[in-house]
């Protein structure tokens, strides 16, 4: 047949495949059918050729695990290449002519040993092939001599390279297997997991794991491990199970982007949920099961490499056993079951104890019957007398509370016995900043506040001298446990859920009320911090009114640093670090010295100007009372004060400085207040292509304003290049003196952002805007999804509106933003409530027409 009449065909055929609705369903079948189609392919336009080698399929394709745009991965193999040229490209030539686009590899027997000291990756491939056609004696000899070079010592060192790529990729691509969005292939609980112990299973037991079924290779691994007894049948089953959906979700994406993606972003996953029927929100439910099933792979993967790993440790003399009860034996760091108990839930967590106490891990029989016994009541759903002494324990534990934590959630047992828990796993956190499912997330800020006991800074010192750290971690691991329920409010709900299950517990009414009060506010600080003016004596007393001792003032500081700092790693920053220690200190100073926020404020001053000969210069001393915001001294070094006071000296209309600070592009200017300053200054850097992360603005008594940006090159998301700052500082020159036609230069560059918009912003998000009562001010919080220039088109409404800004924090936290601004009408006055509707209008309208 012509190459254009195959290509024709094999289109039509794949096509077919890709639409056949039955096929779609069952991953395996469709993965296989696809695999199969492409050999036949290969077989057909290859016919006739005559090929003094082997043509081998190998990867994905090799497994029969194709997904609709996987690579097709061919391997050529020679006994040597040399001469062989012409025949390879002709071959590779009438594959791509008929529609295959196939990768391909040359290799002859000396690359053996070759890739074996130099690719891990490279050698991977050469034992995990299927024959397709040429010379199949020489294929078998190929294998042969993969498995004879193999000895013991070269498996060693190869499965030890494993395990130290899968570290490797953990870390690059997650290592918890309830990232958001997760790559489906190399996220933890990805396919690769599984595939990585089917190498390292192939290698140890000399066995090609191709089968001449019509099945997938992980199909035919499940079903060796199944007769060999290594896993019971049930675990099998729902470990293949697993694999299928995290398959099925690999197949339906791939199908869905048009070509090969691995990585499941939010628009897909809904996407993917649909097709799948669930509608509405009930993508949240497919993906709670996508976690599900990643965890299960996760975990066996986890128990696999423990159990390869001790293959190669000499055994531990059984002098060395520690009996820690009737029923459980501590040898090494490995715990054993020496009784034919049944595990009960009352058991279990004993053992749990012994884990976090000794730092050990279970033995793989021990795991594995710990996993079946969690199952067996969870489908049996049978009650037993819960005692939670070993519970409460392990929070006293001194170290490895958040470890064994971690591995109760993950063995399911948390859930188990906190039913309340058992809502949040793999529950999906939506429209918000989280990089974890809601359950990862509350273990990994305990964990993260277990390791400042490793500190000496303010955070470590505090966490040191707390003596009831179990109350701590109870806060901890229900702040969020009520998101389920509702997001709005459940730190209200998530306090009534903490009291009962404290009191079903056992705790004293004390203790209670502190977890009850922690949860409740564990969203207070940041918000007052990020949101609010911390030089406002009417925000420092509100805040500090809410404590009846400093202990808990202590508390929550280290809560709102363990929440915040487990959510992504964008969202805990240097500057957003600086801004609670500025409220907890401030707020300390109050309880202890009990002195209102204005006379705090005065005595810092005060205290300032006197403490250093620096500050006694006279302009130096009127600037900084002039500006009467502490946070000036702590934002600018002195020789940018010094800086600022020359400048507003020499008269100069408008200033621009640029520094390079933690990651952003810091652009301060100095010039004199005027309508709608801050609008048209955003409109400036905005049209430079730059995206603003946050803005401190400073005024003067006299009028002057000196205001800071942090901002970064919106495309690439680094420092804004040098060569740019003329144009930058020009731009903000002609903004500020009027001269600067913003609105037109906005949309005549708003045609090419939305270009990249797509790229940069994929949550959809929510518009929320929230008044605030304030004795001098109007406060205003919006939150929205983020937009390039969505900050100039707000502070350009509110000008319209006849608002004055007088104070902004600015926050951008990966693709939100929540912005607050401390307002007055044009009279000077407080925003009657009587506008907030038209206000909230406009600034919605604005903000929709930008998304």
């Not at 024709?8 to 890709?18: A, G, L, M, P, Y």
């Not at 696809?34 to 081998?56: D, F």
């Not at 004696?137 to 030890?160: A, M, P, R, V």
């Not at 190399?186 to 066995?207: H, M, P, S």
Request: with cysteine.
């Amino acid at each position: 047949m012509e190459p254009l009449k195959l290509k024709e065909k094999f289109f039509e055929d794949r096509d077919r495949i890709f639409n056949t609705e039955n096929l779609l369903k069952d991953p395996f079948k469709f993965s296989v059918k696809w695999s199969i189609l492409v050999e036949e392919y290969i077989l057909k336009v290859l016919k006739g050729i005559k090929l003094n080698c082997a043509v081998a399929s190998v990867g994905s394709f090799s497994r029969r695990e194709l997904s609709p745009y996987s690579d097709i991965d061919l391997m050529f193999i020679f006994e040597k290449v040399d001469g062989n040229e012409g025949l390879i490209n002709n071959c590779i030539t009438m594959l791509w002519d008929s529609g295959i686009e196939v990768s391909h590899t040359i290799r002859d027997f000396s690359d053996i040993q070759k890739f074996f000291d130099e690719d891990l990756h490279a050698f991977t491939q050469f034992f995990e092939t299927r024959y397709i056609l040429g010379n199949e004696k020489l294929y078998h000899k190929w294998n042969k001599k993969i498995f004879d070079s193999l000895t013991e010592e070269y498996k060693q060192k190869l499965i030890l390279d494993f395990f130290e790529d899968i570290k490797l990729r953990y870390a690059k691509y997650g290592e918890s297997a309830k990232v958001l969005e997760p790559n489906v292939k190399y996220t933890a609980g990805g396919l690769r997991d599984l595939q990585v112990i089917e190498w390292i299973f192939t290698l140890k037991n000399n066995l090609m794991l191709t089968s001449q079924e019509e099945i997938t290779q992980t199909q035919n691994f499940l079903s060796i491990i199944k007769e060999n007894k290594i896993l019971i049948p049930r675990a099998v089953t729902r470990l293949q199970e697993s694999y299928r959906l995290i398959l099925n979700t690999r197949n339906h994406l791939h199908l869905i982007s048009k070509y090969k993606n691995d990585r499941l972003e939010f628009i897909y996953q809904e996407k993917i949920a649909n097709v799948l029927g669930y509608s509405g929100d009930g993508w949240h439910a497919y993906m709670r099961k996508y976690f599900d099933a990643a965890n299960i792979i996760k975990r066996f993967t986890s128990t696999m490499i423990k159990r390869f790993s001790e293959e190669f440790t000499l055994p531990i003399s059984d002098f060395l056993l520690i009996h820690l009860d009737d029923d459980f034996s501590l040898k090494g760091k490995v715990i054993y079951q020496t009784s034919k108990t049944e595990l009960s839930l009352s058991i279990i967590l004993r053992t749990l104890y012994y884990r976090g106490l000794y730092d050990a891990r279970f033995d793989e029989h021990l795991r594995s019957k710990i996993i079946e016994a969690i199952i067996d009541l969870e489908e049996t759903q049978t009650l037993e007398a819960r005692s939670s002494v070993f519970f409460r324990e392990i929070l006293k534990l001194p170290k490895n509370v958040g470890k064994t934590l971690a591995t109760m959630n993950e063995l399911g047992v948390l859930g188990t016995f906190l039913p309340e828990f058992k809502e949040l796993v793999g529950y999906f956190q939506p429209g918000v900043y989280h990089c974890y499912t809601a359950d990862e997330h509350t273990i990994i800020a305990l964990t993260t506040l277990e390791l400042l006991s490793e500190e000496t800074s303010l955070l470590g010192r505090l966490f040191h001298g707390v003596k009831h750290k179990d109350i701590l971690y109870l806060a901890v691991l229900f702040h969020d446990i009520a998101k389920p329920i509702s997001l709005s409010g459940h730190e209200i709900i998530g306090a009534e859920i903490a009291n009962s299950i404290m009191e079903r517990l056992g705790y004293s009414f004390e203790e209670i009320e502190t977890v009850q009060f922690l949860v409740h506010h564990h969203l207070t600080m940041e918000q007052v911090a990020f949101r609010r003016n911390l030089n406002d004596p009417s925000t420092l007393n509100s805040f500090a009114e809410l404590f009846p001792n400093s202990e808990w003032l202590d508390l929550l500081y280290l809560l709102t640093y363990a929440d915040l700092s487990a959510v992504s790693q964008v969202v805990w920053t240097q500057w957003k670090s600086d801004l609670l220690n500025e409220l907890y200190r401030k707020t300390k100073t109050m309880l202890d010295d009990r002195i209102s926020g204005q006379e705090l404020l005065s005595y810092n001053l005060k205290d300032i100007i006197k403490s250093s000969d620096i500050y006694s210069e006279e302009s130096f001393k009127d600037h900084i009372e002039s500006i009467n915001d502490i946070s000036y001294l702590r934002h600018f070094s002195t020789e940018e004060i010094n800086r600022h006071i020359e400048e507003i000296e020499k008269g100069s209309p408008v200033s621009v400085f640029f520094k390079e600070e933690s990651g952003f592009t810091v652009v301060t200017v100095i010039t004199r207040d005027s309508e709608a300053l801050l609008s048209r200054m955003c409109g400036a850097l905005s049209i430079n292509d730059l995206n603003i992360h946050d803005a401190k603005i400073f005024t003067r008594k006299d009028g002057i304003v000196i205001d800071s940006f942090n901002v970064s090159d919106f495309r690439t998301g680094s420092i804004v290049d040098e060569p740019r700052y003329p144009k930058i500082t020009n731009d903000l020159y002609l903004a500020i003196e009027n001269e600067l036609q913003i609105t037109k230069e906005f949309n005549k560059i708003k045609s090419k952002w939305w270009r990249i918009e797509n790229k940069l912003f994929k949550r959809k998000g929510k518009i929320k805007i929230v008044f605030e009562k304030h004795d001098k001010y109007t406060i205003i919080d919006i939150f929205s999804p983020d937009r390039l220039g969505l900050l100039y088109q707000i502070t350009k409404k509110m000008n319209e509106l006849g608002l004055s800004i007088y104070f902004a924090k600015i926050s951008t936290k990966a693709d939100d933003v929540v912005d607050s601004f401390y307002i007055l009408d044009r009279n000077r006055k407080k925003i009657s409530p009587d506008v907030y509707q038209l206000i909230t209008h406009e600034l919605t309208q604005t903000i929709e027409e930008m998304l």
